[in-house]
């Protein structure tokens, strides 16, 4: 049995993610130096909080386990940069360490896809409105490219890929929801070989009790229950290869979880599990058990 | 020479931007009611771009009570539209600012006004709430008002005055929302 460093190291010499590796120490260096960020749901689409001028490090991990067995194993750094208030823009890049290849990529959280594409995204919050103290409702709109740096599923050709999303929700101190929907479309024609193309979307509802409402140093406390929705429309929803379907790819899946996100004054943390309440996959694909995830956050201004 | 100073002292009083500029008023203190902070980070961001502007001693974000406190240092050039970009640069709404500041009294387009150095004057006006009247031209003046939201210039509408150099006794008069 491979240790997981033998299989992380052959995986990276396979998807030539050795230079984004490296890059690895100097992202969580920055991060080192950085103030603590992280303002929402694990997996669902929420509106960016960075102000003008800040910056935020993201570091994911995402593991999806089939019966007992770990499917897809990722990490992801995110750079994100606030160029207005009211305007983002993301950076990710892949580090996936391990996948049997048996499952469909999906999004790892909203804003990082789990397919091993280098993402830049951009999102622009068109509406904002502060009705009173600690509320807001606001929706955003981001767009966005992938740029494959491995086939995803293995044996299909990467392609480029354009994504879109819209979200809108409320934050309050004490109650937050978002929903929202994502869709990302490979750019090749529809016989060329590509992955399938991929709609989610998202719901989230969130609570803070009001004795975790308190200012710093307290940390700052709250909860989610995470439903988000996988779909594909038909043929355009499954890979394609030499012209033909593959069959092992796309369908239908509906996942619930509760999550968690702490922030601390310089750090944030957040992640929790989704559970698969609803699956109709095509083909023989293996049935997820359950989705887990963990973010750490850091942002400084 | 000295004929050519008292010419250029005159320009400069009759000129706006150069009256501002010799005004030695100032902004001591502010209340910034914050609307749309829901998150700890929320408050640090507008902390982190309040702390920023020059002329700020302190500055003290709550959440909780969605406001900023802010203490200048003697000699600023702050000014409330500056306070309010800063807020909204940060993502936030900005709301009424309560503040206390000291400068002379002047008559500008008919109205009273309060001299501050580096900005263009503020207009005085009396509280509808039944506040004391501004000073008379030409004395200096400790005021404590408000500005409304969305009215960046002014006016203040004035709560407590006096028209001397003495101040009143710190926390003697309570704050909008009710801080201390």
């Known amino acids: ?301 | 020479m000295r004929i050519a100073f008292v010419v250029l002292c005159a320009v400069g009083s009759f000129v706006p931007g150069l009256a501002s500029a010799q005004a030695s008023g100032q902004i001591l203190e502010i209340h910034q009611r914050v609307f749309g902070m829901d998150c700890l980070p929320c408050s640090q961001a507008v902390h982190a771009t309040i702390s920023r502007i020059a002329g700020v001693e302190s500055v003290e974000v709550s959440m909780r009570r969605g406001g900023a406190d802010i203490h200048l240092l003697p000699g600023n050039t702050v000014s409330v539209a500056q306070l309010r970009a800063a807020i909204r640069k940060a993502g936030y709404e900005p709301k009424e600012t309560w503040l206390r500041a000291r400068g002379e009294v002047a008559v500008d387009q008919g109205a009273l006004v309060l001299k501050l150095a580096g900005q263009a004057p503020l207009r005085l006006e009396a509280s509808a709430s039944g506040g004391p009247v501004p000073c008379q031209p030409g004395e200096d003046m400790l005021v404590e008002g408000t500005i409304e939201a969305g009215k960046d210039q002014g006016p203040i509408l004035v709560e407590q005055r006096k028209c001397s150099a003495e101040s009143p006794a710190p926390g003697q008069h309570p704050r909008p929302d009710g801080g201390g």
């Open chain 1, 1 to 301: 049995m491979d240790c997981i460093f033998e299989r992380v190291a052959r995986r990276a010499r396979h998807v030539h993610c050795a230079p984004l590796a490296a890059c690895l120490p100097v992202v969580l260096l920055l991060a080192s130096r950085a103030l603590a960020n992280g303002h929402g749901p694990v997996y669902g689409l929420a509106t960016p909080t960075l102000s003008e001028g800040g910056w935020a490090v993201d570091v994911g991990a995402m593991d999806r386990l089939a019966g007992t067995r770990s499917q897809d194993l990722n990490l992801r750094p995110m750079v994100s940069y606030g160029l207005t208030s009211d305007v983002q823009l993301s950076a990710s890049v892949p580090l996936p360490l391990y996948s049997r290849g048996t499952l469909d990529p999906v999004r790892m959280m909203a804003l990082m896809p789990a397919a091993p594409d280098v993402e830049m995204l951009l999102g622009w919050r068109f509406h904002r409105q502060a009705p009173a103290v600690g509320a807001r409702f606001e929706s955003t709109l981001y767009a966005g490219v992938d740029y494959p740096v491995e086939a995803s599923p293995p044996g299909i050709a990467p392609a480029p890929a354009v994504v879109g999303a819209l979200v809108t929700g409320y934050a309050s101190r004490s109650i937050y929801a978002w929903i929202g929907g994502l869709y990302r479309r490979s750019l090749t024609a529809l016989e060329a070989d590509h992955p399938g193309d991929q709609i989610m979307a998202s719901l989230v509802l969130g609570y803070r009790p009001p004795f975790l409402a308190r200012d710093a140093p307290a940390a700052d406390w709250r909860i989610f229950l995470e439903g988000v929705g996988e779909y594909t429309l038909g043929d355009q929803g499954q890979g394609q290869l030499a012209g033909r379907t593959v069959p092992n790819t796309g369908g239908t899946e509906v996942l619930v979880g509760p999550t968690v996100l702490g922030l601390f004054g310089a750090w944030g943390i957040s992640g929790g599990p989704l559970f698969p309440v609803y699956s109709a996959l095509n083909g023989n694909q293996p049935t997820e058990r359950v989705r887990l995830a963990l973010i750490f956050t850091y942002w400084w201004f």
